[in-house]
């Protein structure tokens, strides 16, 4: 099989370790497990990855499953990143052990990465007092009422507080996998893993966690419609009279439709759609900054980087700095 050489690939692989527990979410562990345990041997310095108990035996999973980990909470020593897939009840406090050593991890630089009522474990560390954070949308007054100091976000997918990481409901837990890969490896491996998991590359942190009804299913095609027409045109001027037009409707109906079915209005949606074109331009190919503003329609490289500062905290000449992938060379394993 080819390999994937990255040009930034770490000096060793960056490991990682998912925290497994009695009453063990099984979907959520699943997703850690698919995301950064999975072997991708065409991919260069791809993540080490253990699981490690919180307890000193086998642990029992959602489904009558027995878990059986490489070790205790000793491999947390070792760990780049750890993830807390759920937890137990999001009113049980973790043990003192555990938190000595998330807190140690943590200390010496661990980036720590909760899916859905994980955010608890982080809540009671304390690394998320004073930051935005989210959890799943059944517990998110109970996250905001035991932990007053966390800036709780309800409406999100995901939050990325650079070492502290925390998602939505279990599969947000998705798109924030996806996003620590975007990250570590960039869009095009991110995407690699998306493809071979059989769901949607990318999804903003910033979109509603609770939609209403399914976008883009067959209950919306309309939307469907939406979206591979916006892609098309995404380099031109979307407007929301041009939006309406091309389905036939009217503009105060779109507006209606598309905020209940997605959460955010259609001229926020198709800038997050430029956004998210202008990060794959910048890590992909070595188009000018204006280039780039022109190919996702913001026109002038002024109105790129309010817009990308806005969304990624960068501006898109830094972003590229830190992210560029040149096209990768292969060579046989």
Not at 16 to 35: Q, S
Not at 47 to 64: N, R
Not at 250 to 260: A, D, G
Request: net charge positive; proline share 6%.
């Amino acid at each position: 099989m080819p390999r994937l050489i990255n040009d930034k690939s770490p000096a060793r692989p960056h490991h990682v370790v998912v925290l497994a527990y009695d009453g063990l979410c099984t979907f959520e562990f699943g997703i850690a497990v698919e995301m950064f345990g999975l072997s991708r041997p065409e991919v260069a310095n791809w993540y080490s990855f253990c699981v490690c108990s919180a307890e000193k035996k086998p642990v029992t999973a959602v489904g009558g499953i027995r878990v059986e980990t490489a070790g205790g909470l000793e491999l947390l020593a070792k760990a780049d990143t750890i993830v807390i897939p759920g937890w137990k009840k999001p009113y049980q406090p973790p043990s003192p052990s555990l938190i000595r050593a998330l807190g140690a991890a943590h200390e010496r630089g661990a980036r720590l990465v909760s899916i859905c009522v994980g955010s608890f474990v982080l809540g009671a560390l304390g690394v998320l007092d004073g930051k935005r954070a989210t959890t799943h949308w059944r517990f998110i007054e109970e996250l905001s009422a035991r932990f007053p100091r966390i800036l709780v976000e309800p409406d999100v997918l995901y939050i990325d507080e650079g070492k502290v990481l925390t998602s939505a409901g279990s599969a947000a837990g998705i798109d924030l996998c996806l996003h620590v890969i975007r990250k570590d490896f960039g869009a095009v491996i991110a995407n690699q893993v998306a493809r071979r998991a059989v769901v949607p590359p990318h999804r903003e942190g910033g979109q509603a966690q609770f939609i209403d009804k399914p976008v883009g299913e067959e209950a919306h095609p309309w939307l469907s419609h939406l979206l591979a027409w916006a892609h098309k045109h995404l380099h031109t001027r979307l407007s929301i009279n041009g939006m309406a037009d091309e389905l036939h409707t009217s503009k105060r109906t779109l507006c209606r439709r598309f905020t209940e079915t997605t959460g955010m209005s259609p001229l926020e949606w198709i800038t997050s759609l430029r956004v998210r074109r202008a990060k794959d331009l910048l890590e992909t190919t070595t188009l000018s900054i204006e280039e780039v503003a022109e190919q996702c329609g913001f026109g002038s490289s002024a109105v790129l980087r309010h817009h990308f500062r806005a969304r990624v905290q960068l501006s898109p000449a830094l972003y590229r700095d830190r992210f560029h992938r040149r096209p990768a060379p292969f060579r046989s394993l």
